[in-house]
T-cell receptor, first 120, second 111 residues
């Protein structure tokens, strides 16, 4: 079963409204979560790194006031797309880093199922 | 920045083997990954290989790593229609926690 749950899986909203997407790690505590954006037929673009209890680290070119990230607990990170516009329509994917193990010292990354945002 | 390159499309007949190739530029790569993405879904980790290995086999999947040439491949034996998906190659560098992804290879399996 899924170890990272993302909600909602699909959302349609009107231009100018804000949308919140949740990312939850179900089986482990994740001090670090990542948010990606995927454009059609393209790879994932890392938007930001979400650290529990501190401010998110945004990649160059990503507007922090536009994409608000909150990592309030060890199992939940949220991405809020504020004042959404049609160009924000995309597939957003989160991932959470599991604790390091002997098999995967870097800590395995688990991905959510993704959230498709359509802004009308 | 570091780069990961993959061919965009691959088409194979059901039952044949598929080989998806990937090249990367980061000489400090520690782990290399293969992810599978089915339509409208998130990424599923298929397998990974540590940079000091040159081969890893896991059931129908075989990963080959040529560290000198910075070339990674994923071989799927006895390809099935359920293997149709986009396959992403990704790497993580030493001291880093961020993955760099390729653009993905769309595998189409012909019945």
């Amino acid at each position: 079963g899924a170890v990272v749950s993302q909600h909602p899986s699909r959302v349609i909203c009107k231009s100018g409204t804000s949308v919140k997407i949740e990312c939850r790690s179900l089986d482990f505590q994740a001090t670090t979560m990542f948010w990606y954006r995927q454009f059609p037929k393209q790879s994932l673009m890392l938007m930001a790194t979400s650290n529990e209890g501190s401010k998110a680290t945004y990649e160059q070119g990503v507007e922090k006031d536009k994409f608000l990230i909150n990592h309030a607990s060890l199992t939940l990170s949220t991405l809020t797309v504020t004042s959404a516009h049609p160009e924000d329509s995309s597939f957003y994917i989160c991932s959470a880093r599991a604790p390091a193990t002997s098999g995967v010292p870097s800590g395995e990354l688990f991905f959510g199922e993704g959230s498709r945002l359509t802004v009308l | 920045g570091e780069d990961v390159e993959q061919s965009l499309f691959l088409s194979v007949r059901e039952g044949d083997s598929s080989v998806i190739n990937c090249t990367y530029t980061d000489s400090s790569s520690t782990y290399l990954y293969w992810y599978k993405q089915e339509p409208g879904a998130g990424l599923q980790l298929l397998t990974y290989i540590f940079s000091n290995m040159d081969m890893k086999q896991d059931q129908r999947l075989t990963v080959l790593l040529n560290k000198k040439d910075k070339h990674l491949s994923l071989r799927i034996a006895d390809t099935q229609t359920g293997d149709s998906a986009i396959y992403f190659c990704a790497e993580i560098g030493a001291g880093s926690y961020q993955l760099t992804f390729g653009k993905g290879t769309k595998l189409s399996v012909i019945p």
